[in-house]
């Protein structure tokens, strides 16, 4: 049976020396270390029968022409506009990308996150998810981390900034609309919650009626919601939680007889091209994450080159669609 491969860290425990030493050690070959402490990692190197691969043998050099993209293990929720981005601009400065993905717990995580970057075997990793501390300066890998997406990649920080959903109830308002209705996602979601939030934030500063129906991400959750409701419900706008409930909400007026946008307006969240070509066209909130991967993959690439990383651009991502599903307020307003 094979044994485990030992790892950079085991070799330095056996040392008695940091990691950081052991990859100064592969990287330089011992040059500027004190012959006490080259011979107790050579030491430990040969009892562990520790075997760098073959990229991390050619460290000196740290072109490998080799990136990651590091994704946490097991997650529901693939970015792959933000991922195809990254990816594109890697490809064009003439980089191979791997996409690699993090197996067990955090701490397990983290160590295999670490062995990564001492490793070598890339010369930059684009992480989309916090993993632990970052690499000290004398890593081989320069690293680059999206701060937006959780462990299990769901989004917080700029993707869940929900201003938008403010602008979203501001626009319906200009329309004529005193009635709106939120149907939220999955509340476990920072992006959720704070959609939710700044709904009622909103109709409540603009003097607005606004009811919330706690739900989830599904389409049929979101029309079985608009079929419940009250006979003499005087709801002209639905602002969804996505896209995919915003469908269900046109279902579940169509079935009551209420037409979208004549007697009801719809509006989404995220531009799925489905929502395109719906009949009616969904308004909705799209969200830039071709330049949010593209501007964290050319973080990277400068890091990587030993250059100035360029100015990160901080306006919103996220910019409102109006399509068919939106429209005026019914005059008179529509019966129940």
Same mark, same amino acid.
């Given at each position: ?281 969904? @308004? ?31 306006? @919103? ?8 599903? @939106? ?10």
């Amino acid at each position: 049976m094979p044994t485990k491969r030992a790892t950079i860290y085991e070799v330095a425990d056996r040392a008695g020396v940091s990691h950081q030493t052991v990859s100064r050690y592969l990287r330089h070959h011992g040059d500027g270390l004190k012959p006490t402490t080259l011979a107790r990692v050579e030491t430990a190197i040969a009892e562990l029968n520790y075997r760098p691969n073959r990229i991390a043998r050619s460290m000196r050099t740290r072109q490998t022409g080799r990136l990651a993209l590091l994704l946490p293990g097991a997650i529901q929720f693939l970015p792959l506009r933000l991922l195809t981005a990254a990816a594109a601009v890697a490809h064009e400065a003439g980089f191979v990308v791997d996409l690699v993905a993090l197996e067990g717990d955090a701490a397990t995580r983290s160590e295999r996150a670490r062995e990564l970057t001492d490793s070598g075997e890339f010369e930059g990793i684009l992480a989309l998810a916090s993993w632990g501390p970052e690499p000290g300066d004398d890593s081989p890998t320069a690293v680059v981390t999206v701060g937006d997406y959780d462990e299990n990649m769901r989004g917080i920080g700029a993707l869940a900034d929900a201003r938008a959903c403010g602008d979203v109830v501001r626009h319906l308002a200009a329309l004529g609309h005193r009635s709106l209705l939120h149907l939220s996602g999955d509340l476990t979601f920072t992006s959720a919650r704070n959609r939710r939030r700044t709904f009622l934030d909103t109709v409540t500063e603009l003097g607005l009626r606004g009811q919330v129906i706690d739900a989830d991400w599904r389409a049929e959750t979101a029309y079985r919601a608009v079929r419940e409701l009250p006979g003499d419900s005087d709801v002209t706008a639905i602002v969804a939680a996505n896209d995919k409930v915003a469908m269900g909400a046109v279902r579940g007026c169509l079935h009551r007889g209420w037409r979208v946008p004549d007697d009801v307006s719809v509006f989404g969240w995220d531009d799925e091209e489905l929502g395109r070509y719906a009949t009616p066209a969904l @308004s909705t909130v799209t969200i830039d994450l071709e330049r949010q991967g593209g501007q964290a993959m050319r973080r990277l690439l400068a890091l990587v080159r030993g250059e100035e990383p360029p100015e990160p651009e901080t306006s @919103s991502l996220h910019t409102l669609i109006p399509r068919e599903s @939106s429209g005026p307020a019914p005059r008179p307003p529509r019966d129940g």
